[in-house]
């Protein structure tokens, strides 16, 4: 499926999206990686809110991590959140290839785990950042389109 053809979409506010590349470009080069929020209906999205973690990861080039701490802390607030009818999905960077194809960790984590089921990656070249928007939809991957108004 190509991003021309997608049936999945998501919009987000410009200043939300700004968040979202200000983290990526601050981190370079090592991977930054977060949560955000949003609301669905009928298959489109909105993301409503960013929230950057650090990376805690051994090798922040190629891999993200939350700290345990901070991921005590998102549970709190995904639990709240999900009572109000949010959704939730972690985000994060490809500054080395600039990819925003899912990798085949990526891939393999979307399957068991969550809150990994939504995932927004940012390839990042120099200054320049893309964006795509992955769901999980059993059996299927799919890639969806943003857009920032």
């Known amino acids: 499926m190509t991003l021309k053809d997608s049936v999945i979409s998501a919009k987000i506010k410009r200043k939300k999206w700004k968040a979202f590349r200000d983290h990526a470009l601050e981190r370079m080069p090592e991977e930054c990686i ?22 805690v990861a051994r090798n922040k080039k190629i891999e993200g991590k939350i700290s345990k701490p901070e991921m005590r802390e998102l549970k709190k607030l995904i639990s709240r959140g ?10 994060h960077s490809h500054p080395l290839s600039g990819s925003v194809s899912l990798s085949d960790v990526d891939q ?22 893309k964006k795509a928007f992955w769901i999980f939809q059993k059996p299927n991957l799919i890639e969806g389109r943003i857009e920032v108004i």
């Open 34 to 55: 977060g949560l955000f929020e949003c609301l669905e209906h009928n298959g489109k999205y909105e993301i409503t809110n960013v929230y950057p973690c650090r990376n």
């Open 82 to 91: 999900e009572r109000k009818g949010f959704k939730y999905g972690i985000y």
């Open 108 to 129: 393999f984590i979307s399957k068991i785990y969550k809150l990994f089921r939504m995932q927004i990656i940012l390839g990042v070249t120099g200054k320049r950042v």
